[in-house]
């Protein structure tokens, strides 16, 4: 009875708190947050395995009703083609094909190694997926690739 | 017990008497726990937020404007796609047949299989949407068919089916 000595509960939470802190800004400093994008998007599934380079991307959105959005990754390349005002936007409405073109040429002049990809919406209706491709061909863009969510089954 | 014992006692003395009998030594020790649970609170949001899945994407190349390129009538495989989501092929001048979507890939497989300088055109429907284009060059891709090419869907495209599937 007098030998069982009661053992401290407190226990030291300063290491944990280290760690955890640690792992705090690690998940802060890496955390990119989505910008909210004009274009929302639906994206059709396959089972096509490769992945979206990360950088040098040019977008095109083609959305739901056939509208078409034009966005690069760089900041200071969307300053060069859109203007400082739109410095901060992933993706800006292009009016038409003809200045989807000249846009897309501008670009790719800025920056040659861009490479082109489509994201477009289920319910994209293929016409106009169709004209975009024909957009891409006669700015000699033969090599682009089509975003989408890997099929899980 | 780290940073627990803080305050030195030398100097304590040095300070006037009055005040050393007034001064209870507060403790050092924080219950950390609140912080912790905070702490933890925050790296779950971080967690939880951060994107790890990058999108897939499927590449396509176009053939350097218009080039034609002469194929053999016999390994063409014609895909036809209507914008009510049926599907028509045919080989060659074959007359087109329908062929629903599970079946496709058992098709293609068999015919890539038979003939692998098998060259394929995927037609589809303008009112068609996206979404079936890449359905059907996904099966195309699992069927490891990689070379194809996409072309303009017109009337002569309607008129073969529907003459087809009437005579």
């Not at chain 1, 929302?40 to 599934?45: C, K, Q």
């Not at chain 2, 006037?16 to 219950?31: E, F, G, I």
């Not at chain 2, 390994?75 to 028509?88: C, E, K, P, W």
């Not at chain 2, 099966?139 to 090419?149: C, D, N, Q, V």
Request: with cysteine.
């Amino acid at each position: 009875m007098a030998k069982k000595t009661r053992a401290s509960v407190i226990i030291d939470m300063t290491p944990m708190v280290d760690v955890c802190m640690l792992l705090l800004t690690f998940f802060m400093l890496t955390t990119q947050f989505r910008p909210p994008s004009e274009a929302e998007v639906t994206l059709p599934v396959s089972h096509a395995a490769f992945k979206l380079p990360e950088s040098n991307v040019m977008t095109i959105w083609v959305t739901k009703d056939g509208s078409l959005f034009l966005g690069v990754d760089a900041q200071q390349l969307r300053v060069k083609i859109f203007g400082e005002e739109n410095k901060l936007r992933p993706s800006v409405k292009v009016p038409d094909k003809q200045t989807l073109a000249d846009l897309m040429v501008r670009a790719r002049i800025a920056n040659p190694k861009l490479r082109t990809v489509i994201r477009g919406d289920k319910g994209t209706p293929y016409g106009v997926v169709e004209d975009v491709m024909n957009v891409l061909q006669q700015v000699k863009i033969t090599r682009f690739s089509l975003v989408t969510e890997l099929e899980t089954k | 017990m780290a940073g627990a014992d803080v305050a030195q006692p030398k100097k304590e003395r040095k300070g006037s008497t009055k005040k050393a009998k007034k001064l209870h030594r507060v403790s050092a020790r924080v219950d950390l726990t609140p912080m912790v649970d905070v702490v933890m609170l925050l790296i779950t949001f971080f967690m939880l937020t951060t994107v790890f899945t990058t999108p897939q994407t499927m590449e396509i190349n176009l053939p350097p404007d218009e080039t034609p390129v002469e194929v053999g009538e016999s390994s063409l495989l014609t895909l036809r796609v209507m914008a009510d989501g049926s599907i028509y092929w045919n080989m060659g001048i074959e007359r087109p047949q329908r062929i629903t979507f599970s079946d496709l890939r058992p098709l293609l497989m068999e015919r890539i299989a038979s003939n692998p300088k098998l060259i394929t055109l995927v037609k589809v429907q303008r009112d068609g949407t996206f979404n079936q284009m890449v359905d059907v060059m996904d099966e195309l891709g699992i069927a490891r068919i990689t070379r194809f090419s996409m072309a303009p869907f017109k009337d002569v495209d309607l008129k073969f089916i529907q003459k087809g599937l009437g005579g």
